[in-house]
């Protein structure tokens, strides 16, 4: 009895995956950075009055937060096609230009205290994501092609 309870739930859980929309991958994808930039937050706090250490263009956080910003700005074209809520658009499209411009601004932090501050920012950010993104799903658009990184 066990196993049969157990197997129903793995194929619901697995159904439940495969229909996962572009908004709940997004969303996912906007966990697990804000996971990590929660961790660096942590570590860069530590020693705030050290010098910054600029990201490493191989730094997979690096590459990540860019793949979000280019997801985000491929998320928001995607809603115009479809002729989707103009909010969710202005909305990814902000969230696009805003991972650049901190992605930036953590290369050019003076000192790690500043480092952990953008590095929370970058969390609420990606929380913000996280919370709003399921919402092209509910909202019903097709977004034929468009699927987002995870990871």
């Not at 929309?21 to 996912?28: I, R």
């Amino acid at each position: 009895m066990r196993r049969l309870v157990l197997s129903i739930a793995s194929v619901i859980g697995l159904s439940a995956s495969a229909l996962a929309g572009p908004g709940t991958d997004f969303s996912e994808f906007a966990a697990d950075l804000r996971e990590q930039a929660d961790e660096r937050a942590v570590l860069a706090a530590s020693t705030p009055a050290a010098p910054a250490q600029p990201l490493d263009i191989e730094d997979p956080f690096y590459f990540e937060l860019e793949q979000f910003s280019v997801d985000a700005m491929r998320l928001s074209r995607a809603i115009a096609q479809a002729d989707g809520p103009q909010d969710l658009q202005c909305i990814f499209r902000g969230m696009s230009e805003d991972a650049a411009d901190r992605l930036e601004a953590l290369n050019e932090a003076d000192s790690s205290g500043d480092q952990a501050r953008i590095y929370r920012n970058l969390s609420a950010l990606l929380r913000d994501a996280e919370e709003i993104a399921p919402a092209v799903d509910d909202a019903g658009v097709e977004l034929s092609g468009m699927s987002c990184s995870n990871g």
